[in-house]
């Protein structure tokens, strides 16, 4: 029986053409159009394989953005969040189960102008591998093809079928809609692009016996680029890597998997920490802030001491 593995983002799905569906009250329109890219992908896989076993990895945030009730039947949500689901996937080999990978609601890499909602990982960060921009698609492809499993389809707009096109040559690809700039793209009928994703899911899957993984020559140079000097700052502190230009990092690894891994570290936790100092720089100046920080880290400084702490005894 082969198996496959879904990855669902949100930005690339079908029918979201406005900035604006993607919070509040629209959100649940787009959750719709999402779990339907996936299930026609769903489709077209049991078209070829009948009896295949799928798993859907949700990877926009932290996940919650699949309508499980209304998926097609037997397709197995594992979750949402990058380092929840894939940290471990990458890390301990499990990703190798996998006879496929398909990518739906993809998006540009981040500095593509004329691509919708175009990031990578966050608005705050673009990557390069080895001298060339790269985007989510491709670390999700390249995190399969260092464990031999290819990558079968990318569904998107029109700039990340370009993005893929360059750096992952041979995938298949399905664009559901234009860009005409950043916040806003003009859609193909949902059910049209149904069809097509369905149709070449079908094809690709009926295929994948000679379908060939990506992957990217080893060692692995890698630049991080952020966009604020606070946490360009923190990046600087990471050992291995040097300062590339205005406001990036380089290092270099052995492999793609521990390139990707040192990657996602310091970009989150440098946009993160980096958000935060700048924000904390910036309360400080307000009146009051001081003493309100102060009795912030009182209280989290009785936490190792209070009892039913998870913090254990220590008894020499």
Not at 17 to 42: H, P, S, Y
Not at 84 to 101: N, Q, V
Not at 111 to 122: A, M, Q, W, Y
Request: aromatic share 8%; glycine share 10%; proline share 3%.
């Amino acid at each position: 029986m082969k198996r496959f593995l879904i990855c669902a983002d949100v930005e690339g799905a079908s029918g979201v053409g406005r900035e604006e569906m993607l919070e509040g009250d629209e959100f649940q329109q787009v959750q719709e159009l999402i779990t339907g890219d996936v299930n026609a992908c769903a489709r077209g896989i049991r078209r070829s394989e009948p009896d295949a076993a799928i798993d859907l990895f949700d990877a926009h945030g932290l996940g919650g953005n699949i309508l499980e009730e209304q998926l097609e039947q037997d397709v197995h949500l594992l979750g949402g969040g990058w380092v929840d689901i894939l940290f471990p996937l990458a890390s301990t080999g499990e990703m190798a189960r996998y006879d496929g990978l398909f990518l739906v609601g993809q998006h540009a890499a981040n500095g593509t102008k004329d691509g919708f909602i175009s990031h990578t990982n966050s608005e705050f960060v673009a990557l390069r591998v080895n001298g060339r921009d790269a985007g989510e698609a491709e670390q999700l492809a390249w995190l399969a093809g260092a464990h031999g499993v290819p990558t079968l389809l990318v569904v998107g707009d029109d700039a990340t079928q370009r993005e893929v096109n360059a750096l992952l040559p041979g995938v298949r690809t399905v664009s559901v809609k234009t860009a005409v700039d950043r916040k806003a793209a003009e859609c193909r009928p949902s059910e049209e692009a149904w069809r097509e994703i369905e149709s070449a899911t079908g094809d690709a899957t009926a295929n994948v016996e000679s379908a060939t993984a990506s992957t990217v020559e080893e060692p692995i140079q890698v630049v991080v680029f952020l966009a604020h000097p606070s946490m360009l700052e923190s990046a600087k502190k990471f050992r291995g890597v040097s300062l590339e230009g205005e406001g990036g990092v380089r290092f270099e690894s052995d492999t793609f998997v521990d390139a990707w891994l040192h990657y996602q570290t310091i970009a989150r936790v440098c946009v993160e920490f980096g958000l935060y100092r700048e924000a904390f720089r910036r309360l400080y100046k307000l009146d009051g802030a001081k003493e309100i920080a102060s009795e912030i880290t009182s209280e989290f400084r009785a936490l190792p001491y209070a009892e039913g702490s998870p913090i254990p005894d220590v008894k020499y």
